[in-house]
Nanobody, 124 residues
Framework: QVQLAESGGGLVQAGGSLRLSCGAS????????MGWFRQAPGKEREFVAA????????YYADSVEGRFTISRDNAKNTVYLQMNSLKPEDTAVYYC?????????????????WGQGTQVTVSS
């Protein structure tokens, strides 16, 4: 198991940017595939982006492609989500998640550990 902690959420106007960070405990971070999900009130948790353990592969939801960028720094045990051109519909609690054995998983059930989430609110 790995413990995850998100940070960097907040309130931003439409068109603005935020950078989320997710720090992981332990010395096995470089062996874990990582993902970001989000959940808006009354909606199911949805996939946002994923990155391979080595950082050489990424995948994005269509709704964020071209606006969001996922990256990682294995030396710092941290994964990032750079969010640009934010829209009100991006408002949600954002979660990072860790997957030990699956390559770029897209479903919440394929992840093994979750952070507590960080709120992102985009005003119009």
């Amino acid at each position: 198991q790995v413990q995850l902690a998100e940070s960097g959420g907040g309130l931003v106007q439409a068109g603005g940017s935020l950078r989320l960070s997710c720090g992981a405990s332990g010395r096995t971070f470089s062996r874990i595939n990582m993902g970001w999900f989000r959940q808006a009130p009354g909606k199911e948790r949805e996939f946002v982006a994923a990155i391979r353990r080595t950082g050489d592969g990424t995948y994005y939801a269509d709704s964020v492609e071209g606006r969001f960028t996922i990256s990682r720094d294995n030396a710092k045990n941290t994964v990032y989500l750079q969010m640009n051109s934010l829209k009100p519909e991006d408002t949600a609690v954002y979660y990072c998640a860790a997957a030990w054995n699956r390559d770029l998983p897209l479903q919440p059930g394929e992840y093994d550990s979750w952070g507590q989430g960080t709120q992102v609110t985009v005003s119009s």
